[in-house]
């Protein structure tokens, strides 16, 4: 693997960082500000929204420069949105700065993945999206444990300094090693919203929202279910969560590696696999070392995931991806919105903590349909031409039929 990749890893290991952390300094910052918590939760929505809206928005504005100086414009206005965090006077402008920080998440993603998979060999793209990807899940074994306690020991702003430095790390290693690779020729905005045409790509989005929806129904009411039902101590759900990091650390790489030998049977098996996981969480959240170990397989099914999902839509919208893999980026977070809501309604309604893992097994398995929908349909269509004359690569949506 190229050492490129280890750039954009590091640009992941940021936006990942900063994305999560926040989740674990919640009370610092609203005493800070005197708002209540769940006015400080604002900071966690207005981020995902931000990276909802903003991967079309910035890849889309994009579209005229090289993807090199695309990141790189990225990676500034990722350091840009943390310093702003670090020392926002009042709530509303660090709130300013998450929403600013968020616009580089999706378009940051979606590009950095299209430059990955143009830096390997054909049958290594989904191993080098998992490359990149690493970034994030580490960041969630390593980067958003240490600036949570950085954040609670010695302040939270120290936390968004850190965090803008790791930015400067990751805008460095793009410029210096991440080669400028020639735009294809003739792509324009009009052809990247065309793929949007394409059934597949809509597909392939929609099982990402539902796919990666379920992992984060159960994920986002992790601490009352864990201290309320498998009777951990609040202290303990930091380690858990570094559990839950380790399982996407694995999976990521196993996904990844196994999308590049047969991608949709690696997604009939991590989304079969996760829809049973999430079920058999609502018996095992009663258990300390039950949940313990289903938390680790949600992180390892869940972003098993990633790899072959991102794969798909590169493949699906090839000629045009760029915008349609920053858009399936928005997808993720999308589905973690959704997910959060509906987990939300059936605690409300009085179902207990674990009814959240039901939620997240019915999305999986609805990902896991659409999954089997896409392969008919695939089966179905005309098994495209193709041609190979002389050097000419094979095109990438021939490639792509053969998954």
């Not at 191993?127 to 970034?135: H, K, L, R």
């Not at 600036?147 to 790390?169: E, K, M, P």
């Not at 539902?210 to 303990?236: D, Q, R």
């Not at 959704?338 to 893992?357: D, E, F, K, Q, R």
């Given at each position: 693997?190229?050492?490129a990749?280890?750039?954009?890893?590091?640009?992941?290991?940021?936006?990942?960082?900063?994305?999560?952390?926040?989740?674990?300094?919640?009370?610092?910052?609203?005493?800070?500000?005197?708002?209540?918590?769940?006015?400080?939760?604002?900071?966690?929505?207005?981020?995902?929204?931000?990276?909802v809206?903003?991967?079309?928005?910035?890849?889309?504005?994009?579209?005229?420069?090289?993807r090199?100086?695309?990141?790189?414009?990225?990676?500034?206005?990722?350091?840009?949105?943390?310093?702003?965090?670090?020392?926002?006077?009042?709530?509303?402008?660090?709130?300013?700065?998450?929403?600013?920080?968020?616009l580089?998440?999706?378009?940051?993603?979606?590009?950095?993945?299209?430059?990955?998979?143009?830096?390997?060999?054909?049958?290594?793209?989904?191993?080098?999206?998992?490359?990149?990807?690493?970034?994030?899940?580490?960041?969630?074994?390593?980067?958003?444990?240490?600036?949570?306690?950085?954040?609670?020991?010695?302040?939270?702003?120290?936390?968004?300094?850190?965090?803008?430095?790791?930015g400067?790390?990751?805008?460095?290693?793009?410029?210096k090693?991440?080669?400028?690779?020639?735009?294809?020729?003739?792509?324009?905005?009009?052809?990247?919203?065309?793929a949007?045409?394409?059934?597949?790509?809509?597909?392939?989005?929609?099982?990402?929202?539902?796919?990666?929806?379920?992992?984060?129904?159960?994920?986002?009411?992790?601490?009352?279910?864990?201290?309320?039902?498998?009777?951990?101590?609040?202290?303990?759900?930091?380690?858990?969560?570094?559990?839950f990091?380790?399982?996407?650390?694995?999976?990521?790489?196993?996904?990844?590696?196994f999308?590049?030998?047969?991608?949709?049977?690696?997604?009939?098996?991590?989304?079969?696999?996760?829809?049973?996981?999430?079920?058999?969480?609502?018996?095992?959240?009663?258990?300390?070392?039950?949940?313990?170990?289903?938390?680790?397989?949600?992180?390892?099914?869940g972003?098993?995931?990633?790899?072959?999902?991102?794969?798909?839509?590169?493949?699906?919208?090839?000629?045009?991806?760029?915008?349609?893999?920053?858009?399936?980026?928005?997808?993720?977070?999308?589905?973690?919105?959704?997910?959060?809501?509906?987990?939300?309604?059936?605690?409300?309604?009085?179902?207990?903590?674990?009814?959240?893992?039901?939620v997240?097994?019915?999305?999986?398995?609805?990902?896991?349909?659409?999954?089997?929908?896409?392969?008919?349909?695939?089966?179905?269509s005309?098994?495209?031409?193709?041609?190979?004359?002389?050097?000419?690569?094979?095109?990438?949506?021939?490639?792509?039929?053969?998954?």
């Amino acid at each position: 693997m190229p050492l490129a990749l280890l750039a954009l890893a590091i640009g992941a290991f940021g936006i990942g960082t900063t994305e999560f952390v926040i989740m674990g300094l919640l009370p610092e910052v609203a005493g800070d500000f005197d708002v209540s918590i769940p006015t400080a939760g604002f900071l966690v929505t207005g981020y995902a929204l931000g990276v909802v809206l903003g991967a079309p928005l910035m890849t889309a504005l994009g579209t005229r420069i090289s993807r090199k100086r695309m990141l790189m414009l990225l990676m500034g206005l990722f350091i840009a949105g943390n310093l702003l965090s670090a020392v926002a006077p009042a709530f509303g402008v660090m709130l300013a700065g998450r929403v600013v920080a968020s616009l580089a998440h999706g378009a940051f993603f979606g590009i950095g993945s299209v430059v990955a998979a143009e830096l390997v060999a054909p049958e290594k793209k989904a191993g080098a999206i998992a490359t990149m990807f690493s970034g994030l899940t580490v960041a969630n074994v390593v980067g958003v444990p240490l600036g949570t306690f950085v954040g609670q020991a010695i302040g939270w702003r120290i936390t968004f300094v850190i965090v803008a430095a790791l930015g400067v790390v990751g805008l460095v290693g793009v410029a210096k090693l991440v080669p400028d690779l020639p735009k294809p020729a003739g792509v324009s905005l009009r052809q990247e919203i065309g793929a949007f045409r394409n059934v597949q790509v809509l597909l392939a989005m929609a099982m990402t929202v539902l796919g990666f929806g379920g992992v984060f129904a159960a994920i986002t009411y992790i601490t009352p279910m864990m201290t309320e039902v498998a009777g951990y101590s609040e202290s303990s759900v930091t380690w858990l969560l570094v559990l839950f990091g380790l399982g996407m650390v694995a999976g990521n790489l196993i996904g990844g590696r196994f999308a590049d030998r047969a991608l949709m049977p690696m997604l009939y098996v991590s989304l079969g696999s996760l829809a049973l996981v999430l079920g058999v969480f609502t018996l095992t959240a009663h258990n300390k070392i039950a949940s313990a170990v289903t938390i680790m397989l949600i992180g390892a099914l869940g972003f098993a995931t990633v790899p072959p999902l991102q794969k798909r839509v590169l493949d699906q919208a090839s000629g045009a991806p760029t915008l349609a893999s920053a858009v399936n980026i928005g997808a993720f977070n999308l589905g973690n919105a959704l997910s959060a809501w509906l987990g939300g309604i059936v605690i409300s309604a009085g179902l207990g903590y674990t009814a959240p893992n039901w939620v997240g097994a019915v999305l999986a398995a609805s990902a896991l349909v659409l999954a089997f929908l896409s392969a008919a349909l695939e089966r179905r269509s005309p098994a495209p031409t193709k041609v190979v004359t002389g050097a000419t690569p094979v095109p990438e949506h021939v490639a792509a039929a053969h998954h």
